[in-house]
């Protein structure tokens, strides 16, 4: 071939588009033809591993994947384009986010997805491939194999992480930690640490250094605890901004001040009691902000909080798992709610609510768990109770919220009726599963008209 006739230069990956086309074409005929066998090949190696094995050797995960894994495979290997990038990347992270959420460890998914490129590869290579077609094709393969294992790794990394807080978050809920004696200790810690420093400045005994306020109990508490409680929320930096600016300005100044007998105290003093006061309400602000959060609390109806919701599913799941006991959850809805809050109001709804979520807790076990999961949704998760068992709650918690009276602040008094939908665990490792099925149930049991429960198909 002479040099002109030579396609020009370009990046591994920038195809032209005959080229990519080419490729991708060759590409997905092979995955066509071999889709069953690289499912097979992917199963096998991977229910020898025995960290893989419990993850899919369920039947539900094994027939999903089986055809979700064909999928991805044909959508993997067609040639991508600047318009389908966007929706390429958002699929592959979707993916990452289910591995995260049911804990595979990422190095399996790696090892797949190596597997899968190695065993294309081969088919190419003993294909009859011109080689420059032959080297299109390989690189393609290898682009969009690691692009798409790059959008699912930086997905995995962000939910992993993502629940570790709400685990260790859940972890101090778990250990009683009660946000308004903390707001209130650590108000009096901060206070303590003022008058100290105003004793030390007027004290009649001899001068003595001005302790730090980041090495008082509360600057001990701020920065080794405030973290862990509040999760990095922006109004911490506000917080160290200040105590930087008193360790760092205001205390050196206060200092040489009252060594040098001067009558500048004022100036710095005032400053210093001005910060004082930014910290406390800044503090005010950051306890507002997650005061029913991390009391694991909704502050209306008093049920757990939803954002918890993961870590506690996720830890029954498991437990269901290897213990082999039933767990089973209830998704109850407040039919026709709307109107209660176009009559009366929306303070009378949160009223009703409030009276709902009494009913439900009062109805189940201590030891179930009551979620405020919508507006006016509740999920209910019962440990250790079966299909049999969850019904007979379930029908008891809307016969009982049916016979009961709700009253309103001006005493006006009616009733409600409730749908609910109701799933057991069956051994799929994703509590998304179960809540899914719960909310498909409460969906049939609002379209076969309300006031019902409906469990739902395995």
Not at 38 to 55: N, P, Q, R, T
Not at 89 to 101: F, L, Y
Not at 133 to 155: K, P, W, Y
Not at 327 to 344: E, G, P, Y
Request: aromatic share 8%.
């Amino acid at each position: 071939m002479k040099t002109a006739d030579r396609p020009s230069a370009r990046n591994p990956g920038e195809l032209s588009v005959s080229a990519s086309d080419l490729a991708a074409s060759v590409l997905k005929s092979i995955v066509l033809a071999k889709a069953d066998e690289l499912v097979e090949l992917f199963y096998d190696a991977f229910l020898k591993d025995e960290e893989a094995s419990a993850f899919l050797s369920h039947s539900v995960v094994h027939d999903r994947l089986s055809h979700s894994l064909r999928d991805w495979l044909l959508e993997l290997l067609q040639a991508g384009t600047r318009n389908d990038h966007t929706d390429f990347a958002d699929r592959q992270r979707a993916i990452g986010e289910v591995h995260a959420r049911i804990k595979i460890p990422i190095h399996l998914v790696l090892e797949g997805a190596s597997l899968i490129k190695r065993t294309v590869a081969h088919y190419l290579m003993r294909s009859s491939l011109d080689r420059e077609t032959l080297g299109e094709a390989l690189i393609l393969l290898n682009h969009r194999v690691d692009c798409a294992m790059q959008f699912m790794s930086q997905a995995y990394v962000s939910g992993t992480m993502r629940r570790a807080q709400l685990d260790e978050s859940f972890r101090l809920f778990s250990l009683g930690q009660d946000i308004t004696l903390e707001r209130e200790t650590q108000r009096a810690a901060l206070m303590e640490w003022s008058q100290n420093i105003l004793f030390t400045l007027f004290g009649a005994g001899p001068a003595a250094s001005l302790k730090p306020i980041s090495s008082s109990p509360f600057g001990l508490w701020f920065y080794h605890r405030a973290g862990i409680l509040f999760q990095e929320a922006t109004i911490l930096e506000s917080i160290d901004g200040a105590i930087q600016q008193i360790d760092k300005v205001l205390l050196p100044k206060l200092h040489d001040a009252r060594t040098a007998g001067s009558s500048t105290l004022a100036e710095p003093l005032e400053r210093l009691q001005a910060l004082i006061e930014e910290i406390k309400l800044l503090m005010t602000e950051l306890f507002q902000n997650v005061v029913g959060l991390e009391n694991g609390r909704d502050p209306l109806t008093r049920t757990l909080n939803r954002r918890f919701l993961p870590s506690i599913l996720s830890r029954e799941v498991a437990i269901a798992s290897r213990n082999g006991t039933p767990f089973t959850i209830l998704m109850i809805d407040i039919d026709n709610f709307k109107n209660i809050n176009d009559q009366w109001g929306h303070s009378a709804g949160d009223l009703v609510l409030r009276q709902i979520a009494e009913i439900i807790l009062d109805t189940v076990r201590p030891s179930d768990f009551v979620f405020r999961y919508g507006g006016e949704e509740f999920l209910v998760g019962l440990v250790e109770a079966d299909v049999e068992q969850g019904f007979q709650v379930a029908e008891r918690i809307r016969q009982v919220l049916m016979a009961h009276e709700l009253r309103l602040s001006d005493e006006t008094k009616f009733s409600v009726t409730t749908s609910i939908g109701l799933a057991a665990y069956e051994g799929h490792p994703d509590y998304a599963y179960l809540v899914e099925a719960a909310d498909k149930a409460l969906y049939e049991a609002k379209r076969a008209g309300r006031n019902q429960t409906i469990i739902a198909s395995s």
